[in-house]
């Protein structure tokens, strides 16, 4: 499924733009003005009095996602930490209480996914190809020494700060597909853990849990009934008939090539998993091209179902009854599908009508006129998470992982199953 993250890298050069959606949560930290801008709040953080609720967190924190009983936040500023530059500062509070940080510093996905240079005018397609693949070897010359030089100079920080001492290996995940490696440390009340992520991740995750697994702890703990059950109690069932999961929120991809994996994340989340989408391009595999090339996106859906205890069925075809069966239970649903630009705004345009006009139809299926509107096989191919359902108007409710966009839109039935070539549907 190459397709699926459309545009690719040549496309852009030649071209000079991008669908290009801002990310909802990077823009605002690199425009923002805060005195925390780079500060080095390493004594601060480490210090006893932020984890035993006696400090509050220096800054102003955006509200993000809701993982089971955690809230996650993230600071409005690009402090330093252990002497680098932060790119994004997470914090994870369970009933106010701080529970973990989470600070990255290097992110091969923000670096090259912004590689859509101007090429001068004239040149031939093969004169085109060999710029673009010149420009990108001299873009990853500068990432592998930028992500080299930080991992060493955040081991050596990081050993200092905790008194000197050694690292001692330690992992977090249960499944093969999700587990790494990490360096850990201690400092007092906390554990300092240090992932390294094959040349496109460094972060360091600070934390007073002992967990070892990316599920929450306040999941990880209930029965298998218990968490059916904690799913099933998403589901809000509305009076006019739409039955739909209001929690999922979605993460803004930027101009990144990871639909499907803002997707995925969206809806690990939705099960109590703390990942993100920079992880797990990590982990299925995301080469520093700027696209999906590669990686294998299969193996790393089935992974977070396995991570979450669930099972995953994939099929080439979207089957509306198993799609509703899944959702009425809690479970979201993914789809690979065909995407235009004409499609994604009359489907954006009866968002706006339908939160007016109850009574407002999308277009007849059947007619003719309609079904040729539809993307064809050679559209680019876009992830979406499938929220929702109205049996009788025959609408499903899904969400994108672009910014403003946390209002589900609706199609029917009929465009999902003619326009989806991949459907994952998540089960006990």
């Given at each position: ?50 984890w035993d609720g006696s400090v509050e967190l220096p800054g102003d ?213 703390h990942l993100d989408e920079d992880w797990l391009a990590v982990a ?129 039935a009929e465009e999902l199953v003619a326009t989806t070539d991949l ?6």
């Amino acid at each position: 499924m190459q397709r699926i993250f459309s545009p690719v890298i040549l496309a852009l050069a030649l071209s000079g733009s991008a669908m290009a959606l801002p990310n909802s949560i990077i823009g605002p930290i690199a425009d923002a003005d805060s005195s925390l801008n780079g500060e080095d709040l390493t004594d601060t953080l480490l210090a006893a009095g932020v984890w035993d609720g006696s400090v509050e967190l220096p800054g102003d924190w955006n509200d993000e996602a809701q993982i089971a009983t955690a809230a996650v936040s993230h600071l409005k500023a690009r402090p330093k930490l252990f002497g680098l530059e932060v790119m994004l500062l997470r914090a994870v509070r369970r009933e106010g209480k701080l529970e973990s940080l989470e600070a990255t510093f290097v992110d091969a996905g923000s670096f090259f996914g912004y590689f859509n240079e101007k090429l001068p005018e004239g040149l031939s397609p093969r004169e085109a190809r060999k710029e673009v693949g010149e420009r990108l070897a001299t873009k990853q010359a500068e990432f592998t020494k930028l992500y080299t030089d930080a991992r060493a100079d955040l081991r050596s920080a990081i050993s200092r700060a905790c008194g000197g001492t050694e690292a001692e290996e330690g992992e977090i995940g249960r499944t093969r597909g999700l587990r790494t490696p990490v360096e850990e440390w201690e400092k007092g009340p906390v554990k300092v853990r240090l992932l390294a992520g094959e040349n496109r991740l460094l972060r360091v995750m600070i934390s007073t849990s002992e967990s070892d697994q990316w599920l929450d702890p306040a999941v990880a703990v209930l029965s298998g009934r218990e968490k059916l059950a904690k799913l099933e109690s998403t589901v809000r069932r509305e009076d006019d008939g739409t039955v739909h999961l209001p929690d999922l929120t979605p993460i803004p991809q930027g101009y990144r090539p990871y639909c499907g994996l803002n997707s995925l994340a969206m809806t690990a989340r939705h099960f109590g998993l703390h990942l993100d989408e920079d992880w797990l391009a990590v982990a299925c595999g995301f080469q520093n091209t700027g696209r999906a090339d590669g990686a294998n996106l299969l193996k790393v859906y089935h992974a977070v179902a396995a991570e979450a205890g669930l099972g995953l069925d994939r099929s080439v075809k979207f089957d509306p009854s198993a799609a509703m069966r899944s959702l009425s239970k809690g479970f979201p649903v993914i789809v690979w599908r065909r995407f235009s630009h004409e499609r994604n705004t009359l489907h954006s345009g009866f968002m706006r009508e339908f939160s007016k006009d109850p009574s407002a139809t999308l277009p007849d299926p059947a007619a003719p006129a309609e079904r040729a509107s539809w993307p064809g096989e050679d559209a680019p191919m876009h992830a979406s998470v499938i929220v929702g359902y109205h049996a009788g108007r025959k609408e499903f409710l899904f969400l994108e992982s672009w910014t403003g966009k946390d209002t589900p839109r609706r199609m029917r039935a009929e465009e999902l199953v003619a326009t989806t070539d991949l459907s994952f549907v998540f089960r006990p």
